[in-house]
């Protein structure tokens, strides 16, 4: 009776790690397949990981099917092949999630939200007050056709376009019963202009446009051929991403992938330059590029300036920096000036040397600018020093490992790109395949400040950097000397 109580369970056992290793079996499938469908994985690995499953399959079949084993044998095999599994399930996830989160980035949707704006002493407070109004709309590269089919959806008044929006800007601070429709871009750049504007004018309701945007192929392969990439920094905290906004940022990444060389060039946002496509004889600040033409616009005002073809852009808001550099645990930044200034943005103390920061202190450090005698330039260099930092630590596999989730968490609405699932799985898979340390350097755009019109408002002089050409053709130098190494 004894014998068949022991057999009895035996067989349990047995039949239970049969059951485990079925589960083990069809679950190492999965994987692989998930694995390589991802496509991040050099084919060494990829290979070598079947390899492993082989054996350990072999190992616990092996196990499974002889009769005579002790029940130890079996319970071993029920417990690593569940160890295996668990972690199988978890890895799978976080693959999955990833692409789920790549092929999510390559679809983008503009969004172009339109302010109607009186004056703040008017009685206007709702919808309802203006139904009947005079509209008087600023109409510039914009396709209006959808912006005025939404006002007719809540507006019954007469709309009137304008070409001038600094004209319009001046007339309903001065007139109570002026109304006036612009983008938020428009808007972000008078409030940069007059930082009083705000307290001038009253936001009676907003218009938001939403369209998907057609993303063309880039024929580059980013694990092999070198690429250049436009970094543009907008002028928005929240995790909304507006279409038109300020380029507060300008940074040109140039790619090496054979050589593992990162040249960074920073553009100063009051760079006065030519608008691309825009028929005047009038510059413009670099960072209004973005309230005219959206990333499409600043992207080919680069393209015209460095004299080189940029396929990829990514953009970001400022809450970007702040996520992300806490989802890595922070970084190490260093002030190169001899005196401590706290960041007027947020209050942040910055010290001599080196600072470890969080991310509310790595966005004020990159914001700031007033502590510095060479202001907006200097504000250029620390931005590029965060990104170098924020780059050299996502690199190592330890951040990536503990604090994956919070990473790719982080960057959920607060950034867009044009660079598609393949071109991000590429960079991914060379690095895996090397883990090769990166060369970064940087050649800046230096220049002299003046007091000029800009073709946004002609009517006024406004604070711009006239580029230095030598420094344009020290980047220009450097851009071919990196992509064109062997």
Request: overall charge negative.
């Amino acid at each position: 009776m004894k014998r068949k109580k022991v057999n009895s369970e035996k067989n349990g056992v047995q039949i239970a790690s049969i059951v485990v290793g079925i589960i083990f079996l069809i679950m190492s499938i999965i994987f692989e397949v998930t694995l390589f469908t991802s496509n991040i994985l050099p084919s060494k690995y990829f290979i070598a990981s079947i390899i492993v499953f082989l054996i350990i399959i072999g190992i616990s079949g092996f196990i499974i099917l002889k009769k005579e084993r002790k029940n130890v044998a079996y319970i071993s095999s029920i417990i690593v092949n569940i160890i295996i599994i668990t972690i199988l399930i978890i890895v799978t996830g976080i693959i999955n999630n990833t692409m789920n989160f790549l092929k999510n980035i390559s679809i983008r949707y503009n969004t172009d939200t339109y302010y109607i704006l009186a004056n703040k002493n008017s009685t206007y407070e709702t919808i309802e007050d203006i139904k009947y109004q005079e509209l008087n709309v600023f109409k510039d590269l914009d396709d209006m056709s959808k912006v005025e089919a939404k006002i007719k959806e809540k507006l019954q008044g007469t709309i009137n376009y304008h070409t001038n929006v600094a004209e319009l800007f001046d007339n309903v601070v001065n007139d109570l019963s002026y109304i006036i429709i612009v983008n938020s871009g428009n808007y972000d750049a008078i409030t940069g202009i007059d930082e009083d504007y705000e307290n001038k004018v009253k936001i009676i309701a907003s218009i938001d446009i939403t369209t998907e945007v057609d993303m063309e192929a880039v024929n580059i392969n980013t694990g092999k051929d070198p690429f250049v990439i436009y970094i543009s920094g907008i002028d928005t905290r929240s995790n909304y991403m507006p279409s038109r906004s300020l380029s507060d940022v300008n940074i040109i990444l140039a790619v090496n992938p054979k050589t593992k060389r990162l040249l960074m060039i920073h553009i100063p946002r009051d760079s006065y330059v030519y608008l691309h496509g825009i028929d005047t004889t009038l510059k413009d600040k670099l960072t209004h590029s973005g309230t005219v033409g959206g990333i499409e616009l600043s992207k080919s005002t680069i393209e015209d300036l460095l004299q080189i073809k940029i396929p990829y852009y990514v953009r970001v808001n400022f809450n970007s920096v702040t996520r992300l550099v806490d989802a890595i645990g922070g970084i190490t930044i260093n002030s190169d000036v001899d005196y401590q200034f706290m960041c007027n943005a947020n209050g942040c103390i910055i010290n001599p040397g080196l600072n470890e920061v969080d991310g509310r202190c790595a966005l004020g450090f990159a914001r700031e600018r007033k502590a510095y005698e060479s202001g907006d330039r200097h504000r250029g260099e620390n931005q590029e020093q965060v990104i170098e930092k924020i780059i050299e630590k996502v690199s190592k596999s330890s951040t990536i490992l503990n604090n994956y989730s919070n990473i790719l968490s982080s960057l959920e609405g607060t950034f867009e790109t044009n660079i598609n699932e393949t071109d991000i799985t590429n960079l991914i898979k060379m690095q895996i395949d090397d883990m090769a340390t990166w060369k970064i350097e940087k050649s800046n755009i230096t220049g002299t400040g003046a007091m000029m019109p800009t073709y946004c408002y002609p009517g006024r002089d406004l604070y711009v950097m006239n580029v230095d050409e030598q420094s344009i053709n020290l980047a220009i130098n450097k851009l071919n000397e990196v992509l064109e190494e062997n």
